[in-house]
C-alpha cells in the first residue's frame, strides 16, 4: 500500500512538473511574441522619429530639387551635368541623386532670384524695361553662379586636406611596406590605428580603397578610381608610380621612398613661394590703413602751424 502511494506521489510530482514546464514554455513563446511586436514597434516609432527628425531641407528641398531636375534635364548641357558630377565626387558627395539635387537647386535658385528681383524692379518703377530686365537677369546670373562657387570651394576644402597629409601618410605606408606588409595590408593598418592623425577625407578614401578590394575589385583600378575620386595632382602621381611599380616588378616601398621625398620638396618649396608672396600681398593694406594714420601723425601738426601761420598773416594785413 505505501508503494503505491509512493508511486502515486512521484507520478503526480512528474505530472506536476510536466505541466509547469509546459506552461513555462508557452509563457515564453508569449513573452517572445510580444517582445518581437514590441521591437517591430519601436523599429517604426524609430523611423518615422528619423524622418521627422531629418531637416527641412532633407525633407522638402531635396525632393523639390530633384523634381526639378527631372523636368528640366533635358535643356542642361552635358558639359555642365560632367562638371558638376566630377566636382560632387572630389568634394565627398559621390552618391547619385547628389548630382540631380545641386543641379534642382543651382535652377531653383537662378529662377528664384530673376522672379524676386524682376518683381522688385518692375513694382518700383525707376527703371526702364531694358535696365530692370538686365539688372534681373544679373541677379539670375548670380543665382547660377554661386551654387558652383560653394561645390568649388567645398572641392577645394577636400583636396587641401587631402594635400597636407599626403606626406606623412606616404612615410607610413613606408615603413609599414618595408617591414614586410603587403599594400592593402598596410593601408588597412594606417586606416584602422587610432593614434595615426590622418586627414578625414584621406581616410575615407582609403577605407573605400580597402572595401572595394575586399569585395573583389583589382587593386589598379580600385586606384585609379581613388585617384579620380580625389582629384589631387600629386595623389595621382603617387598611385601612378605604384601601378607602374606593380606591372615592373620593382620595389614599391623604394619607389614611394621617392615618392615621399619628393613630396616634402615640393611642400618645402610651396610655402618657401607662400612666405616669398607674403610682402607682395601686405602692401595694399599697408598703404590703405597704415600710411593714412602715419600722414596724418606727420603732417598734422606741420599743416596745423601753417594754417596758424597764415591766419596771423591774413590778420595783420587786414590790420
Known amino acids: 500500500m505505501q508503494l503505491i502511494l509512493i508511486l502515486l506521489c512521484l507520478l503526480g510530482t512528474i505530472a506536476f512538473l510536466l505541466m509547469g514546464i509546459k ?21 517604426k516609432h524609430t523611423s518615422r522619429q528619423k524622418q521627422l527628425e531629418n531637416s527641412f531641407s ?3 528641398l531635396f525632393p523639390f530639387a530633384q523634381m526639378i531636375f527631372d523636368k528640366t534635364q533635358s535643356i542642361i548641357p552635358l558639359s555642365s551635368k560632367s562638371w558638376v558630377k566630377s566636382k560632387l565626387i572630389q568634394a565627398g558627395y559621390q552618391k547619385a541623386r547628389y548630382q540631380k539635387v545641386f543641379l534642382g537647386i543651382q535652377l531653383l535658385c537662378t529662377v528664384v532670384l530673376f522672379g524676386v528681383f524682376f518683381s522688385l524692379i ?12 538686365a539688372v534681373a537677369i544679373a541677379f539670375g546670373l548670380a543665382g547660377y553662379g554661386i551654387p558652383m562657387l560653394w561645390l568649388t570651394q567645398q572641392a577645394q576644402k577636400r583636396q587641401n586636406g587631402i594635400q597636407k597629409s599626403l606626406a606623412d601618410f606616404l612615410d607610413l605606408l613606408v615603413i609599414c611596406m618595408e617591414a614586410g606588409l603587403g599594400l592593402d595590408v598596410a593601408i588597412n593598418k594606417i586606416t584602422s590605428l587610432k593614434s595615426v592623425k590622418t586627414s578625414a577625407y584621406l581616410q575615407e578614401e582609403l577605407n573605400r580603397y580597402t572595401r572595394d578590394v575586399g569585395l573583389g ?3 589598379k583600378d580600385a586606384l585609379l578610381d581613388m585617384a579620380e575620386r580625389t582629384g589631387v595632382d600629386d595623389f595621382n602621381a603617387i598611385i601612378n608610380a605604384i601601378i607602374q611599380s606593380y606591372e615592373m616588378g620593382t620595389s614599391v616601398a623604394h619607389t614611394l621612398r621617392v615618392q615621399s621625398d619628393s613630396l616634402r620638396v615640393k611642400r618645402l618649396t610651396q610655402a618657401e613661394e607662400t612666405a616669398n608672396k607674403i610682402p607682395v600681398k601686405m602692401v595694399i593694406p599697408i598703404y590703405i590703413f597704415l600710411f593714412p594714420a602715419i600722414f596724418v601723425c606727420i603732417f598734422g601738426p606741420i599743416g596745423m602751424v601753417m594754417l596758424e601761420a597764415v591766419k596771423q598773416i591774413l590778420s595783420s594785413r587786414g590790420a
Not at 28 to 41: N, T
Open 217 to 219: 575589385r583589382s587593386r
Open 58 to 60: 532633407h525633407r522638402v
Open 23 to 43: 506552461a513555462n514554455q508557452e509563457d515564453e513563446q508569449v513573452q517572445a511574441r510580444i517582445s518581437a511586436l514590441s521591437r517591430r514597434e519601436t523599429k
Open 122 to 133: 518692375s513694382m518700383v518703377g525707376k527703371f526702364s524695361g531694358g535696365v530692370g530686365v
